[in-house]
């Protein structure tokens, strides 16, 4: 009686199971106070443990998202994103347009002015936090969804400084900068003295020896 093998599915790949086998013998590992410490590998396997990592993080991410549909959660539509990022549109005005409203229906059930509205879809003007409430609010959508890029912390560049006008003629050289010529020190002049100043008949000397009488 002969015996009857079971027939199996096809073997599904594991990469981290094969890369494991790769590994076996290739892996140097370096201890520390008789623990595993480092573990040294050859450059070509460790692009390969990257890969398979990235490839991880790449399958849980679409696991994550695939789970957020089937619990109901919307996604953000192509036409969206494609009118945002490619036609320049706000938010605001590519999600109210894809929910197939008006403007003035979207500022009737947002209770707020059409003109208002108009102006925040062109971004002319920038939303106040209870503004942006009320728009998502009305559109069914998280508050985050309706800030600009710009808004959210795209960089900017600063605005040149203005360039100073030309001035020509007389006006020109007026106007140029002139070294300023050093300050000269003062100088005081002394006090007058107390002394009467001499004059020219005080100058002159008296005659040595007294003065000399006429005799009789």
């Known amino acids: 009686m002969s015996k009857k093998t079971p027939k199996t599915g096809p073997l599904v790949a594991d990469p981290a199971a094969d890369l494991a086998a790769d590994l076996a013998g290739h892996v140097q590992v370096i201890e520390q106070d008789g623990e595993p410490r480092f573990a040294v590998v050859p450059w070509k396997d460790w692009r390969a443990i990257a890969a398979a990592l990235e490839d991880q993080a790449d399958a849980d991410l679409v696991a994550r998202s695939e789970a957020r549909i089937a619990a109901g959660e919307e996604t953000i539509p192509g036409e969206v994103v494609n009118a945002i990022l490619l036609d320049g549109a706000t938010p605001l005005?590519?999600?109210?347009?894809?929910?197939?409203?008006?403007?003035?229906?979207?500022?009737?059930?947002?209770?707020?002015?059409?003109?208002?509205?108009?102006?925040?879809?062109?971004?002319?003007?920038?939303?106040?936090?209870?503004?942006?409430?009320?728009?998502?609010?009305?559109?069914?959508?998280?508050?985050?969804?309706?800030?600009p890029p710009r808004a959210?912390?795209?960089?900017?560049?600063?605005?040149?400084?203005?360039?100073?006008?030309?001035?020509?003629?007389?006006?020109?050289?007026?106007?140029?900068?002139?070294?300023?010529?050093?300050?000269?020190?003062?100088?005081?002049?002394?006090?007058?003295?107390?002394?009467?100043?001499?004059t020219a008949r005080t100058r002159k000397?008296?005659?040595?020896?007294?003065?000399?009488?006429?005799?009789?």
């Open 205 to 216: 000397a008296a005659p040595k020896g007294g003065s000399k009488r006429k005799s009789g």
């Open 152 to 198: 959210a912390g795209e960089e900017t560049e600063a605005a040149p400084a203005a360039k100073p006008k030309a001035v020509r003629g007389k006006a020109a050289r007026s106007k140029a900068a002139r070294p300023k010529a050093a300050k000269r020190p003062k100088i005081t002049k002394p006090a007058a003295s107390a002394t009467p100043r001499r």
């Open 93 to 147: 005005a590519a999600y109210r347009k894809w929910r197939g409203l008006k403007q003035v229906d979207l500022a009737r059930r947002a209770g707020l002015n059409q003109a208002y509205v108009s102006e925040l879809e062109a971004g002319k003007k920038t939303p106040s936090l209870e503004a942006l409430q009320d728009l998502a609010a009305a559109l069914n959508l998280d508050v985050g969804l309706l800030i």
